[in-house]
C-alpha cells in the first residue's frame, strides 16, 4: 500500500496548513484504519488523529478542537486540516493505514507500532 503526503509546510503560529495523503481506493474501506502520527525533536512518535471504519474520529488531547481528520472517498484523499497551530506541533506528520483482520476499524487508539503502511513524512514547522 503506498500513501503519499502533501500539504507541510511552514508557518507562524495561529497559522493553519491542510495536509493531504493519497492512497489505492481499497483504503477507504471499513477494513482498514487510517491516520496521522507525528514525531517532533527528540520526542517519540505520537498519534495525532485517526479516522475509522464507520467514520469514527479519534483525536490526541493536545490538538482536540484544532485539528480535523477527513476522508474524501472520491479522490482517495485523507486529510488533516490543522488550525491554531503552535510551536509545539513541530513535527514530522505521517500518514499511516492499519488493515483489520476481522471485522471493520472500530479500535482508534492502537499505538503506531501497529500500522503496516507509512507515508515518507511531511515536515510542519510552526513558528512563534
Known amino acids: 500500500v503506498q500513501l503519499v503526503e502533501a500539504g507541510g509546510g511552514s508557518v507562524q503560529a495561529g497559522g493553519s496548513l491542510r495536509l493531504s495523503c493519497a492512497a489505492p481506493?481499497?483504503?477507504?474501506?471499513?477494513?482498514?484504519?487510517m491516520g496521522w502520527f507525528r514525531q517532533g525533536p527528540g520526542k517519540e512518535r505520537e498519534r495525532v488523529a485517526i479516522f475509522g471504519g464507520d467514520e469514527s474520529t479519534n483525536y490526541a488531547d493536545s490538538v482536540k478542537g484544532r485539528f480535523t481528520i477527513s476522508q474524501d472517498k472520491a479522490t482517495n484523499i485523507l486529510s488533516l486540516q490543522m488550525d491554531s497551530l503552535k510551536p509545539e506541533d513541530n513535527a514530522i506528520y505521517s500518514c499511516a493505514a492499519r488493515r483489520v483482520l476481522v471485522g471493520r476499524c472500530t479500535v482508534l487508539t492502537r499505538p503506531a507500532d501497529d500500522y503496516n503502511y507509512w507515508g515518507q513524512g511531511t515536515q510542519v514547522t510552526v513558528s512563534s
Open positions: 481506493g481499497y483504503v477507504f474501506t471499513n477494513k482498514y484504519c
